[in-house]
């Protein structure tokens, strides 16, 4: 009995089979009809839907330069204006304040909080009239170009998770950092330069390491990943053809060559060999459009005025902001560059002074100047650390000779250019700095704007790997439309 | 055993038709004991109603079994149906008697429920009675569906409002916010019924209170009106919206929609600054609160607009996009939805006109094109008709005169124009915006335009942004120091030492005898500085407009003469062997140990003197001798104490022609790499012999500075290194 029900349940002809799959079939098309937009792509697969290598929808600005402050700069003693803390300058840490917030190990164990306000004063400059800090007048004189973000908000504590976390969206290494994002999702404008490069410098504060996971392409091709200049007078190097070496046997070298890992990709079909037969094509490219680069010959003298002499100096932070402007004038995707020496855990005033003499000149220069040639309206500037420092000193308590310790709960950034709302701030901590009590900017979020302002739909731009689709923003992120112009 | 409950249940439904009546008859009476009772109702009502389908599903078995187990089965389901209707039905007058309902709605639910309850009483009946037919069954379940969809719907107007079965699920977006918006209606309105309303309407008046309308709004609920014009704090509303989220008395209560930190100030600020309906916010005094946080509310809810501008023309085929790129022009759509196209060129050098001319193949789609620093020419810029549609256009730098831009006549589109660096006049900039009104910001930095030129132009151009850029301040800036050109501080006989300067027209002032340069009396060159021996240089660079710079320094050693062979006389300290004599005239200048490891760079010399002859072909007119050598004291590194030089043309007959004895450091010090010229007596001679005697017995002094150094090498021999001797 029992063999025989079974008998009779495959017991199907074709043309039963047929005839029942057909009723499937019509429940599915029935169900199809209420997914509108099923056939078009919902558009978690880029390959399916949005084409790569172009903006989603127009966008705000083509290129960014991101002038990352490597260390955490204070936002007290530069863009969250705090006198309450001048006021109050030695009072313990209320707890109220602090709540549940963990310290790092070096305060953790300190038995008094006091809070410390600014060495510096401020002033209000432009029509906006944005406290900015005495240490960075230039920057204070083009306040009416910049939106100042005073509550930034981060998940690390400590340098290399922050810095990790503000870079590729995620505190563990490997994930695409945001540069070769944009060089995945909008490609190169230049086809004879990276569409990812890094610059280097180092202030003279106490520093922090940079190191090569923060530009790296992670899962993504290895094309987008950051190629790093050189700090020597001669920005990329090994450009030139050695002696004996002219232009055609190197052409034909490459040729040769690249016939040669073609071969090696048929039989291994390992895409890194195609990424590497591209970035040889790249450099061969490069060496014709570098040198116009590094040619200072054709600036207005004025210009070197305006970033600072520092800026003739390569491998400073004013050499590579000049040099930055002109990478992204030559359609350079993502400038990112990094400048050492923001970690004042010990006497503040001094290093910090320092360390704005160093970028605050340049900063505002290369804002200026990209205004001035008619590209800040298409390139994004951003400008700030992984996350800001306390309210409290750290270490023996001095008016003038205090540190601060990292706090990641608020801290101040600056954007200007590409459809961000110029003369503005966004944000508002309470009146210790410590809390956001107004509009927190996440760093998802931040990278969730960022992306927007690229014309990129940050859930859209995808890439899959180890069976998941990753996103900068991963699974959080929302664009904060109170930045936008 | 069935039957028994049968007859069970008849009895238990007369039992609750019977407490029907009573609770309808004595409705204002009645107290309940479990008043949370009738709050099962909205749980148990779905019971009936599937019971009552399945009633009707039944009969798609009934041809597959007998008539008996049909029967049995019909009938077990139908007294389920029946009694759970009864219990439903009372259950919901329990529920009616909390209040707060639209009176109509709760009415018609009411007695549609006791209607589909008294049908299920009399259904049951019917079926139990002798003679009645499956078919007439049919009828009946079919009936009784049709009386609970009835009686549902009017459950469902009652907790999800009225007219919820079809109600268009389109979300009104919030409307943008203008001047002449009314702030209740545009704002505070949509937040009370997106936030309030659910619980306070027509139908449903939780504490008498209904929101539904404005009028009815300022009737109040059970305590009176919810607020005071002008009085915030003591308006009913924001009591209850300040009260903590646990608390009771919250509204919203917890697990319903709550109102935001902001709508939460506004709501606040315009209570507290009238609660007026009928003010535009144009009519609010400036700087009001309420106005700032409704634009900002406002502004949030309105999303992400994206801003997707619609074209007149169709999009380029891909093909044709290809076409026009190059290695050094690239053209690609301003996004994936857009037909524009950008198009960009890089790489001055390799510019190609016919690469821009090809472009007309897209020229309609081409809406940005930059031309920054490329040699395009006045001639060129007759190309740019082809391109109607243009809006945005960098000139920066480019060999196009101003008076030429009037070829642009034809892009009528054009906004935005940047022409830093190419030479302007105001006319030139007259004409261009009377040709092209379209314009709307033009750059004009570094155009040799004055500030008063700009000022002129914003006045009688009031529309377009002129954009001046940087305007050089008079402050004067340090320049930067020189840089030295030399890479090797050990010069041959026909090397100079040169200094650059990345800035053009700089000049160097520099000294060579220890004292300080100045921009007035000291040496002034820009080009090489030709040594004739061992010179310590001092330099900066001074420019018009800048402040000196700061001041650099570098030790040279000069060679004028090579000899031919250097024959090494005594042994070397085996630590320091380097490469015998000849590292003494190898130009490779001594360099530091890393962590204590001897290089090869230094010849050393302990408990024994160098003795070293030099040899050259042909006699020489050597005027002098630089010997130099390594003083580093804290490590035992001492100078020669004596040096003595002879020379002649026979090797085994020199004679003595100088003599000198180094001064011995008297105070501890670091790594110093010192230089010593020995002028000699005049003459021409083939051979030199340079003896250098080391120090044999480390003086006391040494521990008397740092009471760490071991006492023993008091005493005993220090080290002597030599890098190079030289002949001038």
């Given at each position: 009995m029992e063999n025989e029900f079974l008998k009779n349940q495959f017991n199907i002809t074709r043309r039963h089979f047929f005839g029942k799959a057909a009723a499937g079939i019509g429940g599915l098309a029935l169900g199809s009809?209420?997914?509108?937009d099923l056939w078009k792509g919902d558009g978690t697969d880029p390959a399916g839907s949005l084409p790569l290598g172009?903006?989603?929808?127009?966008?705000?600005?083509?290129r960014i330069i991101y002038l990352c402050q490597n260390g955490a700069p204070s936002q007290y003693e530069s863009f969250d204006y705090k006198p309450m803390l001048n006021q109050r300058a030695g009072e313990d840490l209320p707890a109220s304040i602090r709540g549940n917030q963990r310290l790092t190990g070096m305060t953790a164990n300190q038995e008094k909080f006091p809070l410390v306000g600014s060495f510096y004063g401020f002033k209000q400059y432009g029509q906006s009239g944005t406290y900015i800090s005495d240490i960075f007048p230039n920057i204070g004189s083009i306040a009416d170009d910049i939106c100042v973000i005073r509550t930034m908000s981060t998940d690390a504590i400590n340098h290399d998770p922050a810095l990790t976390f503000l870079q590729t969206g995620a505190q563990v290494g490997n994930r695409p950092s945001m540069g070769a994002w944009m060089s995945y999702g909008l490609g190169s404008e230049n086809k004879n330069l990276p569409a990812f490069c890094v610059l280097l410098s180092r202030g003279r504060g106490n520093g922090q390491g940079v190191y090569s996971k923060l530009w790296t392409n992670g899962f993504l091709d290895s094309t987008h990943q950051g190629v790093v200049f050189s700090s020597?007078?001669?920005?990329?190097?090994?450009?030139n053809d050695s002696d004996g070496i002219d232009k055609q046997a190197r052409r034909r070298m490459l040729d040769e060559l690249a016939e040669l890992n073609q071969l090696g990709f048929q039989e291994n079909g390992d895409p890194e060999v195609e990424a590497k037969v591209q970035q040889y094509e790249m450099a061969y490219r490069m060496q014709t459009a570098v040198p116009e680069l590094t040619d200072l010959s054709k600036e207005p003298d004025h210009i070197i005025k305006m970033y600072g002499p520092d800026c003739l100096v390569p491998g400073t932070y004013a050499a590579n902001a000049l040099l930055a402007r002109k990478l992204s004038e030559s359609g350079v995707r993502f400038v990112q560059l990094y400048h050492q020496g923001w970690d004042s855990h010990g006497n503040l005033p001094k290093e910090m002074a320092m360390q704005a003499q160093d970028v605050d000149r340049s900063s505002a220069a290369l804002i200026t100047d990209l205004k001035q040639r008619g590209l800040l309206d298409e390139t994004l500037v951003i400008w700030g650390g992984e996350f800001g420092r306390t309210n409290y000193c750290q270490g023996t308590f001095t008016v003038d000779t205090y540190g601060r310790d990292h706090h990641p709960r608020a801290y101040s950034i600056f954007m200007a250019g590409g459809g961000v709302k110029a003369g503005s701030v966004y944000g508002e901590t309470d009146e210790f700095g410590y809390n956001v009590i107004k509009d927190p900017v996440h760093i998802h979020d931040f990278h969730a704007t960022v992306q927007h302002l690229m014309g990129l739909n940050h859930e859209q731009l995808t890439y899959k790997h180890l069976g998941r689709r990753y996103r900068l923003t991963d699974v959080s992120g929302k664009v904060l439309p109170g930045l936008l112009a | 055993m069935i039957t028994k409950i049968y007859r069970l249940n008849a009895n238990f439904l007369i039992f609750i038709q019977g407490l029907l009546i009573f609770v309808l008859a004595f409705e204002d009476k009645i107290q309940l004991p479990f008043g949370w009772i009738g709050r099962l109702h909205p749980l148990l009502l779905h019971l009936p109603i599937g019971f009552g389908v399945l009633l009707l599903l039944l009969f798609v078995l009934q041809k597959t079994l007998s008539l008996p187990d049909f029967t049995q089965m019909f009938r077990f389901v139908l007294h389920l149906t029946a009694s759970l209707t009864a219990i439903t039905a009372v259950l919901g007058l329990f529920l009616s008697k909390e209040g707060g309902y639209d009176a109509d709605l709760i009415s018609f639910h009411q007695w549609a429920g006791i209607g589909v309850n008294v049908f299920y009483v009399a259904f049951l009946w019917w079926v139990e009675r002798e003679g009645s037919t499956p078919k007439q069954w049919l009828y009946g379940a079919c009936l009784g569906v049709l009386a609970f969809l009835v009686a549902g719907h009017g459950g469902g107007d009652l907790t999800h409002g009225e007219g919820y079965l079809l109600a268009s699920e389109d979300a009104k977006g919030p409307k943008a916010l203008t001047d002449e918006s009314i702030l209740y209606e545009a704002v505070i309105q949509p937040i009370l019924k997106q936030k309030c309303e659910s619980c306070h309407n027509d139908q449903k008046t939780k504490g008498q209170l209904n929101m539904s309308s404005i009028a009815k709004i300022l009737k109040g609920g059970k305590h009176g009106a919810i607020w005071k014009a002008g009085d915030a704090a003591h308006s009913h509303l924001v009591e209850r919206m300040l009260l903590p989220l646990e608390a009771k008395e919250h509204m919203p209560p917890k697990g319903k929609a709550q109102l935001t930190a902001d709508e939460q100030l506004l709501l606040q600020a315009w209570i507290q600054e009238g609660a007026s309906t009928d003010k535009s916010l144009k009519s609010y005094a400036a700087g009001s609160e309420s106005v700032r946080l409704a634009r900002k509310i406002s502004a949030s809810a309105q999303a992400i607009v994206l801003s997707s501008k619609t074209y007149a023309f169709s999009a380029a085929s891909e093909d044709k996009i290809a076409a026009v790129n190059t290695p050094f022009c690239s053209v690609y759509p301003l996004a994936s939805d857009a037909p524009a196209l950008q198009a960009d060129f890089y790489v001055s050098k390799k510019f190609d006109l016919k690469t821009l001319e090809n472009l007309s193949q897209v020229g309609e789609q081409i809406v940005g094109l930059n031309l920054s620093k490329m040699p395009v020419k006045d001639a060129d810029m007759s190309l740019m008709a082809k391109f109607p549609n243009l809006e945005k256009l960098i000139l920066n730098f480019?060999?196009?005169?101003?008076?030429?831009?009037?070829?642009?006549?034809?892009?009528?589109?054009?906004q935005s124009l940047a022409i830093a660096g190419i030479p302007s006049k105001v006319q030139d900039l007259k004409n261009l915006l009377v040709k092209i009104p379209?314009?709307?910001?033009?750059?004009?930095?570094?155009?040799?335009?004055?500030a008063e030129d700009v000022s002129l132009l914003k006045k009688q151009f009031p529309k377009v942004r002129w954009e001046a850029g940087y305007v050089p301040k008079d402050e004067k800036l340090q320049i930067n120091p020189p840089i030295l050109v030399n890479e090797n501080f050990i010069l041959r006989p026909n090397e100079q030492v040169q200094f650059k300067h990345t800035l053009k027209g700089v000049d160097f002032h520099y000294t060579v005898n220890d004292s300080l340069p100045d921009s007035l009396g000291t040496m002034k060159t820009r080009g090489p500085i030709v040594l004739t021996n061992f010179t310590k240089i001092r330099a900066m660079a001074t420019k018009d407009g800048w402040l000196a710079s700061k001041v650099v320094e570098y030790k040279f050693y000069k060679s004028r003469f090579l000899p031919d062979t250097v024959y090494l006389l005594s042994k070397p300290d085996p630590k320091y062997p380097a490469l015998g004599g000849s590292s003494l005239k190898d130009f490779v200048q001594g360099a530091r140990e890393t962590k204590g490891v001897p290089n090869f760079t230094w010849l050393g010399f302990k408990d024994e003197d160098l003795d070293a002859v030099f040899e050259f072909k042909q006699a020489k007119p050597v005027t002098g001798v630089t010997f130099s050598y390594l003083r580093k004291t804290d490590s035992d590194v001492f100078p020669p104490v004596k040096i003595e030089i002879y020379a002649g043309n026979d090797r085994n007959a020199l004679k003595p022609v100088a003599t000198v004895k180094p001064e011995i450091p008297t105070e501890r010090k670091g790594y110093t790499q010192m230089g010593l010229n020995i002028p000699i007596k005049p003459g021409s001679y083939r051979f030199y012999r340079v003896k250098a005697y080391s120090l044999r017995r480390l003086p006391k002094y040494l521990m008397k500075d740092d009471k760490k150094e071991p006492v023993e090498n008091h005493g005993k021999p220090a080290g002597m290194r030599v890098d190079e001797i030289l002949f001038y």
């Open positions: 009809l209420l997914v509108p172009m903006a989603h929808y127009a966008p705000k600005a083509k020597s007078e001669d920005p990329i190097l090994y450009l | 480019t060999e196009v005169r101003a008076a030429a831009l009037g070829n642009l006549s034809g892009n009528t589109h054009l379209s314009l709307r910001e033009v750059f004009v930095w570094n155009t040799g335009l004055t």
